[in-house]
């Protein structure tokens, strides 16, 4: 398979030597991957330092707790509305366009908070919330759908663990100098840096020859869903509106039901990220940062060291985690934030948050990659219907959760919260080992069923999601 990413310079078909230019142009993908990357850790820095600087300004500017959460909420709000209209967008413009203009509209809404007059402050932190919430969704949904095309499927794996290191080392970067950055040159300057960070992508995504979205699917998009009878005409024959993300979802067996585990999970997280400064103040009343700094950069080094050890896995063995990782990845991952509120000693817990974050790092690799082997017409939809869930999933939770620590300890919030997540985890694997028994049924089992969803042969779906060498949404070869 030749990526896309590398199309502009790959070798002509006529050239000599598959396996050498097989080997070039897997060399000019990773490359260019990486420099892709490295463009997308420098707007995630931006991206959690504005995290911390906003909500300082919001306060500072408002003098109301109420105002900050109302700004979280109306950003979360506006990534949950991107993620149901994303699918549609990329089955329209190519994901180049749309991580481009992600960076350039979140960069100028910064601007546009810099240079907004004192009396205008409020109406600009409302447009930042917006556009910086929609933009985050739009630019993380055409990038996770296009990485296959970008890199190859054999390596999306490989993609996955380096973005999401990437992702890591920026929010431990991104929390640990927001503070230092607003202290020592204030505000605006912190604007500027963060603006800064989100050109340095956009021009990073244009220097790149990018495959993926509707310019890459051509007159075939959709064809999928057209052949479910979902697609209702008009009285003139026009198309109508067409619940593709919906038909992603039903496309494999498991896979709504991964999705919707993935909602419980954001919830989960919601409420570790709301008790962990209460917890941490419970510790050391007199500096509650230092629990809470040293928390998370223990669980980024054990999200990094995750991402180190399946690179080497998949790149030895040609295999990614599969389904089955993402369900006990999930287990382990909640079990281990739970445990992080339960008193032990400092040196227990700071092995107990490195587990958190190798289990979350683990998850994060198997889910995008599961989602990634659906067919392209119907791969954005998927993210997109995901970043919604995820989105609403930790929306609700913040406002459960913060409700909730008025009246019991972290440990309680926390164990509620993540406790829905092993149960839906444990239903989940359930379900996956339900589909490895009835693996042998042949084509009138699940892989015939997803023929019979509409997909076309060469399009269909196995439904195979138990396997840790190859993921429920695999795109059958014939």
């Not at 287990?331 to 700071?350: R, W, Y």
């Not at 219907?385 to 939770?397: D, H, I, R, Y």
């Not at 196995?462 to 795109?475: F, K, L, N, Q």
Request: aromatic share 8%; net charge positive; charged share 15%.
């Amino acid at each position: 398979m030749t990526s896309g990413i590398e199309s502009a310079d790959g070798p002509t078909a006529d050239e000599p030597d598959d396996g050498s230019r097989k080997a070039r142009d897997t060399a000019v993908s990773e490359r260019r991957f990486r420099f892709l990357v490295a463009g997308y850790a420098v707007s995630s820095y931006g991206t959690f330092l504005n995290m911390v600087a906003l909500n300082l300004f919001v306060y500072e500017t408002t003098g109301r707790a109420l105002a900050m959460g109302l700004f979280m909420a109306v950003r979360l709000g506006s990534g949950f509305v991107a993620g149901l209209v994303v699918g549609a967008l990329l089955a329209r413009f190519s994901a180049k366009s749309i991580m481009l203009w992600a960076n350039v509209g979140q960069g100028g809404v910064m601007l546009l908070l810099i240079l907004a007059p004192e009396s205008l402050v409020t109406g600009a932190l409302m447009a930042v919330s917006v556009v910086i919430g929609a933009c985050g969704t739009l630019f993380m949904v055409a990038l996770r759908s296009s990485i296959p095309e970008m890199v190859g499927e054999d390596r999306r794996a490989w993609a996955n663990s380096l973005s999401i290191t990437g992702r890591s080392l920026a929010m431990v970067a991104g929390f640990a100098s927001a503070g230092v950055v607003v202290s020592l040159v204030g505000y605006t300057a912190a604007f500027l840096l963060d603006m800064a960070t989100f050109v340095i992508c956009a021009v990073t995504v244009a220097l790149l020859p990018i495959a993926g979205g509707g310019k890459r699917s051509g007159t075939d998009a959709g064809k999928p869903a057209e052949k479910a009878g979902k697609a209702e005409q008009s009285g003139k024959g026009g198309p109508r509106w067409r619940p593709v993300a919906f038909l992603a979802l039903a496309a494999a067996p498991g896979l709504g039901l991964m999705v919707a585990l993935r909602g419980v999970d954001a919830f989960g997280s919601a409420s570790h990220n709301a008790a962990l400064p209460i917890y941490s103040t419970s510790l050391d009343a007199s500096n509650p940062a230092v629990f809470v700094s040293a928390f998370w950069c223990v669980w980024a080094l054990g999200n990094i060291g995750a991402q180190q050890v399946i690179q080497r896995y998949t790149q030895r063995t040609g295999k990614t985690v599969g389904a089955l990782g993402f369900g006990y990845g999930t287990v382990v991952m909640s079990a281990a934030f739970i445990a992080a509120f339960a008193g032990f000693p400092l040196a227990v817990t700071a092995v107990i948050a490195l587990i958190a974050g190798a289990a979350d790092g683990l998850t994060e690799v198997a889910y995008t990659s599961h989602l990634q082997t659906l067919p392209a017409t119907l791969r954005g939809h998927a993210f997109g219907l995901s970043a919604t869930f995820e989105n609403l999933g930790f929306g609700v939770g913040m406002i459960l959760v913060a409700a909730a620590l008025d009246r019991f300890s972290p440990l309680a919030v926390v164990g509620w919260s993540h406790g829905a997540a092993i149960v839906v985890a444990v239903v989940f694997l359930l379900r996956v080992a339900a589909l490895r028994r009835a693996e042998p049924a042949g084509p009138s089992g699940r892989a015939g069923g997803a023929g019979q969803a509409g997909l076309r042969k060469e399009e269909a779906v196995e439904g195979r999601p138990d396997r840790g060498d190859r993921d429920g949404a695999e795109v059958s070869r014939g």
